[in-house]
């Protein structure tokens, strides 16, 4: 019912800027709150930035003030503005939609949804 497309990913030098975007497609009537995970070849799933359908932001340690988060809720994407990035920054993307209000099967639904990754490489 709801797909989250991530995109942006790629390779960059140190020091480098990319831009993830992700949308969430489907019929959505709200979402709660929009986020971006990331995963390093053998190390758990750690979050990276969340924000609130009101604009409230929370980063994780490692990247704050090199990353930014931000959302538009009019066209259900949230974006990750990524600077200064460190070989540390290597690692799969995902994005994640907290609480998305849909209706189907003749009844609203509130679920979470993972979009299925995008990879960012940063060389030293």
């Known amino acids: 019912q709801v797909q989250l497309v991530e995109s942006g990913g790629g390779l960059v030098q140190a020091g480098g800027s990319l831009r993830l975007s992700c949308t969430a497609s489907?019929?959505?009537?709200?979402?709660?709150?929009m986020a971006w995970y990331r995963q390093a070849p053998g190390k758990q799933r750690e979050l990276v930035a969340d924000?609130?359908?009101?604009?409230?932001?929370n980063y994780g340690d490692s990247v704050k003030g090199r990353f930014t988060i931000s959302r538009d809720n009019a066209k259900n994407t949230v974006y990750l503005q990524m600077n200064t990035l460190k070989p540390e920054d290597t690692a799969v993307y995902y994005c994640?939609?907290?609480?998305?209000?849909?209706?189907?099967?003749?009844?609203?639904?509130?679920?979470?949804?993972w979009g299925r990754g995008t990879l960012v490489t940063v060389s030293a």
């Open positions: 994640n939609a907290d609480k998305v209000l849909t209706y189907y099967s003749s009844m609203y639904h509130s679920e979470d949804y």
């Open positions: 489907g019929t959505i009537f709200n979402i709660n709150a």
């Open positions: 924000i609130t359908s009101g604009g409230s932001t």
